[in-house]
């Protein structure tokens, strides 16, 4: 079985300061996928990265940082500047062998102007 | 790629009524579909994962007769909520995989269902 932790259940910051969400993993695989997903108000998920097991570079995308170290299981999320269209719901994701993916309870991202 | 067009994107019905979810693949063909369940300020739940032409897997606690799941093309699935209750109530959420790729998915708009 897998599981994901997001131990944030909400945060919340003022626009432009920088903000680290957190996401524990655990798994018995030896390959697994890691993702991020933000979900805003309507619903609809948007896919902002996958992280294979064998990769731990960490990667940047614009605003957006991610840390992953197997080590600690942990895939963390930085968002850099922050702004008021980053607020939502932001979840982690875990998927090993052909299974479906097993979510974090998410994180709820609050951008105060 | 990968365009996921899940309908209808919300629907209100009536306690003991059915209610049918669908999910197409438009540009990509799909083997694998997931239907993820998710409840108010919840996360998302895996409910049952179905291959073409094969019979969908529930997850444990999922019934299988209340929720029924078809996947008779690699482009086509849908989700029927059958005697529908208000504790069914939830978003509902199609997830396709393409082909043999491993890693990640695609997601459908959501369904949003609301029982009264």
């Known amino acids: 079985a897998q599981k994901v932790t997001q131990a944030q259940t909400e945060i919340s910051v003022v626009e432009k300061e920088d903000v680290t969400l957190d996401c524990v993993y655990e798994?018995?695989?030896?390959?697994?996928?890691l993702f991020w997903y933000k979900q805003p108000p309507s619903g609809e998920l948007v896919f902002l990265i996958r992280r294979n097991s064998f990769d731990e570079q960490n990667e940047i995308s614009g605003r957006y940082s991610w840390n992953f170290q197997k080590s600690t299981s942990s895939f963390n999320f930085t968002i850099t500047a922050s702004q008021v269209v980053d607020s939502a719901v932001y979840f982690c994701?875990?998927?090993?062998?052909?299974?479906?993916?097993?979510f974090g309870k998410g994180t709820h991202l609050i951008i105060q102007p | 790629g990968a365009v996921v067009s899940q309908h209808p994107s919300w629907v209100i019905c009536k306690s003991g009524t059915s209610v049918k979810i669908e999910c197409r693949s438009l540009d990509f063909q799909a083997t694998t579909m997931f239907w993820y369940r998710q409840f108010p300020k919840q996360s998302l739940m895996l409910m049952a994962t179905s291959n073409e032409g094969s019979k969908a897997t529930y997850e444990q606690g999922v019934e299988k007769d209340k929720f029924l799941i078809n996947h008779a093309s690699l482009t086509l699935s849908t989700l029927t909520v059958t005697s529908a209750h208000p504790e069914d109530s939830s978003f509902y959420i199609c997830?396709?995989?393409?082909?043999?790729?491993?890693?990640?998915?695609?997601f459908g708009s959501g369904t949003r269902l609301t029982v009264v």
């Open positions: 798994t018995r695989d030896t390959t697994y996928y």
């Open positions: 997830s396709p995989k393409r082909g043999d790729r491993v890693g990640g998915y695609t």
């Open positions: 994701a875990i998927r090993g062998g052909a299974d479906g993916l097993t």
